[in-house]
């Protein structure tokens, strides 16, 4: 057990909350979920994870699997038919199904990312009425925020919601949506006030996937997490019913940022499951691969590589713990999930790079695990808020948390 870590102690409004020690130890909850996932991934997902980067079909079977094991819908309140697991305990089961395969993890994160505004916003019969399909069957769902000319601009988006008689009228194109071509329902984001400014101009809606105007793009071909689906959708004239707002009108934008308060924790375990699985790669590898007469683990310069690639693992995992302890202890975590997501997507980047390295020739083969690892590393710089992104959110934060004397 430790005590509160001096850099906290710099924090006021997080030592303030704080009445107990801080731990590392998982509850016998917390270990019987992470052995599940653990379990599931190397029965299920680990032998098929280069057979769906190859066919690049959507892993519907994983779905259902995983769907009917417990592992999907994870923080829905058990009210509503989930296990309504605390954040921390969603990370662990993130990072475990990312060790596998980060496509089907990111197809499974999704609708989680979907969930996240209903939960934060959703009335109770929306929460029932939405939530409650997803925990009855394994269903897909989409978050539809980043459109083609505004992805980090997200005020700059340029969909449209107007109010015709009770209803809201849609139009507009959303892209590189998640789930898209899945989906049972969207969470979708439009400017409902062109007059008012972003964060009070906006507004979430549930979108019933088969409302007539949808039309989904092609299957987009990404250079890594290639069994996951990711497409351009099309929005014109589709009416959604008032009882599918969420929140109130003009609140989408802030509804929209505070669900990465709940996926941004996750993103960055999946990150780190990839990492992990890098570093295990190329640490297994290197004691069986001899050059000069010895294992290459026995070369300081490789044995120094993968010393590396564990130092940076096990500082992400403590980074994503943090930023998903602080939600569960009901404090801001904005500026956690930030530096979770920066640093453990930059991790896995940098692990998958040196297990190739590790690997030499064999790395750049597709035969071989780390290739794959390298392709579907570079997402996690780049979705729900690129690292230039984190890094403006915690820039932010930093005068207000270190006034000038
Ligand atoms: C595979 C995949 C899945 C995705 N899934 C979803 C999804 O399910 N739902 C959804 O809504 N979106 C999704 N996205 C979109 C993703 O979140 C955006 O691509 C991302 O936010 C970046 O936006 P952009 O592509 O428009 O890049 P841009 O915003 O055009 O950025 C281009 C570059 O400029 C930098 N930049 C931009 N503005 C600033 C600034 N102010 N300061 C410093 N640097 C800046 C960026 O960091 C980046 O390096 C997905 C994207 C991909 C590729």
Redesign the pocket.
């Known amino acids: 057990m430790f005590r509160i870590a001096p850099t906290l102690t710099r924090l006021p409004r997080l030592t303030r909350a704080l009445s107990s020690e801080v731990s590392f130890a998982l509850s016998e909850e917390q270990h019987a979920i992470q052995d599940l996932a653990r379990k599931f991934t190397r029965e299920e997902i680990v032998p098929l994870a280069a057979e769906y980067d190859r066919s690049m079909a959507y892993p519907w079977p994983i779905i259902e699997k995983a769907h009917e094991t417990g592992l999907l819908n994870l923080h829905v309140p058990e009210k509503y038919g989930g296990p309504g697991l605390s954040l921390l305990s969603c990370a662990l089961v993130s990072e475990e199904i990312a060790y596998g395969c980060t496509g089907m993890q990111?197809a499974m994160e999704?609708i989680g990312?979907?969930e996240a505004p209903v939960i934060v916003a959703g009335n109770e019969e929306q929460i029932q009425k939405y939530l409650g399909r997803m925990t009855e069957a394994p269903l897909v769902a989409?978050?539809?925020?980043?459109?083609?000319?505004?992805?980090?601009?997200?005020a700059g988006i340029r969909t449209t919601a107007k109010k015709v008689g009770e209803n809201w009228v849609l139009n507009g194109t959303?892209?590189?949506?998640?789930?898209?071509g899945h989906a049972n329902w969207f969470f979708v984001?439009a400017k409902s006030d062109a007059s008012a400014k972003p964060s009070q101009g906006m507004t979430g809606f549930i979108v019933d996937a088969d409302t007539p105007g949808i039309h989904l793009g092609k299957k987009?071909i990404?250079m890594g997490?290639r069994c996951?689906d990711?497409r351009m959708v099309t929005f014109e004239e589709v009416v959604v019913p008032p009882q599918n707002v969420l929140g109130k009108e003009g609140e989408g934008f802030k509804i929209a940022m505070k669900a990465f308060d709940i996926t941004r924790p996750l993103v960055s375990s999946a990150a780190v499951g990839l990492a992990q699985r890098a570093l295990e790669e190329a640490v297994k590898y290197a004691q069986g691969r001899k050059t000069m007469g010895k294992p290459i683990i026995e070369h300081q310069a490789v044995a120094f590589i993968l010393a590396d690639m564990a130092i940076q693992t096990e500082a992400a995992r403590n980074l994503v713990w943090k930023s998903a302890w602080t939600k569960d202890a009901g404090l801001p975590n904005t500026f956690y999930a930030s530096i979770a997501k920066t640093f453990a997507s930059r991790t896995a980047v940098e692990n998958a790079n040196q297990a190739v390295q590790v690997f030499g020739g064999a790395g750049f083969n597709t035969e071989y695990p780390v290739e794959k690892l390298y392709r579907d590393s570079k997402?996690f710089e780049?979705?729900?808020?690129?690292?230039?992104?984190q890094?403006?959110v915690i820039s932010r934060s930093l005068a207000g948390l270190y006034p000038a004397e």
């Open positions: 990111t999704a990312l979907a989409a978050y539809g925020v980043t459109e083609p000319d505004a992805g980090s601009d997200v959303k892209m590189w949506i998640t789930n898209a984001l987009e990404n997490q996951s990711t997402i780049l979705y729900e808020g690129t690292s230039q992104i890094r403006l």
